[in-house]
């Protein structure tokens, strides 16, 4: 079955630093792949997503490129900020057989603390 | 524009009793809904998806139950809790029929605690 596999945390940086946060799925046929962000105390949203290979999906200085080579989707930002502090997520969307309606497949999280 | 309300945000149950949490969507007719629940270094496994009225398909076993009374209602259902049965549920939508490009939209979660 699907499964999306992404970096344990928790990562600690500092405001300005360079972020990635690692993800490799597997999933037969041709996924879909988001980054959900969680802050404390809320629900998840959609951080950024990309449908196809070589898509980059962006959004808020975060990036990602759908790898199909390596089945991978990393989240990177180039300088963080002490807003940033979440939970992210990374999930892949693949058809649920025998039906039209889709499933999402979440990793297991990775908590970034960023500090002042 | 659509909006998800999800209701209590906390709640401390003793073991035994029952459970009843309530999911509305506004802003959009017919959607696909859904019930995750995030247990602490788990991440998010989902419980029960439902697309329409009265069609719910549960994904795992277990102590709790979903209903879909109205089209735009989503109750997260237990008769007795059990210990296990703590962590954070979240509801969440998605478009009728969408592709699976489509995003789910989440509420802000109930933190529920059995004690």
């Known amino acids: 079955g699907d499964s999306v596999t992404q970096m344990e945390g928790p990562v600690t940086l500092s405001e300005e630093a360079f972020l990635t946060i690692n993800c490799t799925y597997t999933?037969?046929?041709?996924?879909?792949l988001f980054w959900y962000v969680q802050y404390p105390g809320e629900g998840l949203q959609l951080l950024l997503k990309a449908t196809k290979a070589d898509d980059k999906g962006s959004n808020k200085g975060f990036e990602a490129t759908y790898r199909k080579e390596t089945t991978s989707f990393h989240l990177e930002k180039g300088s963080v900020q002490v807003s940033d502090s979440a939970v992210y997520f990374c999930?892949?969307?693949?058809?649920?057989?025998?039906?039209?309606?889709?499933?999402?497949?979440f990793g297991k999280g990775t908590l970034l603390t960023v500090n002042p | 524009s659509q909006t998800i309300h999800q209701w209590p945000a906390t709640l401390v149950q003793p073991v035994g009793s029952p459970l009843s949490l309530e999911c509305t969507v506004e802003g959009t007719s017919n959607p696909n809904l859904y019930w995750y629940r995030q247990a602490a270094g788990r991440g998010l496994q989902l419980l029960f998806y439902s697309i329409g009225i009265d069609q719910i398909s549960s994904e795992v076993p277990q102590n709790l139950s979903a209903s879909r009374p109205q089209d735009r209602q989503f109750i997260l259902s237990s008769k007795k809790l059990l210990l296990s049965d703590s962590g954070f549920y979240l509801c969440a939508w998605s478009v009728q029929g969408s592709s699976y490009n489509s995003p789910l939209h989440f509420g802000n979660g109930t933190r529920l605690t059995v004690t």
């Open positions: 999933a037969t046929g041709y996924p879909s």
């Open positions: 999930a892949l969307s693949g058809r649920r057989s025998g039906g039209s309606n889709y499933k999402l497949t």
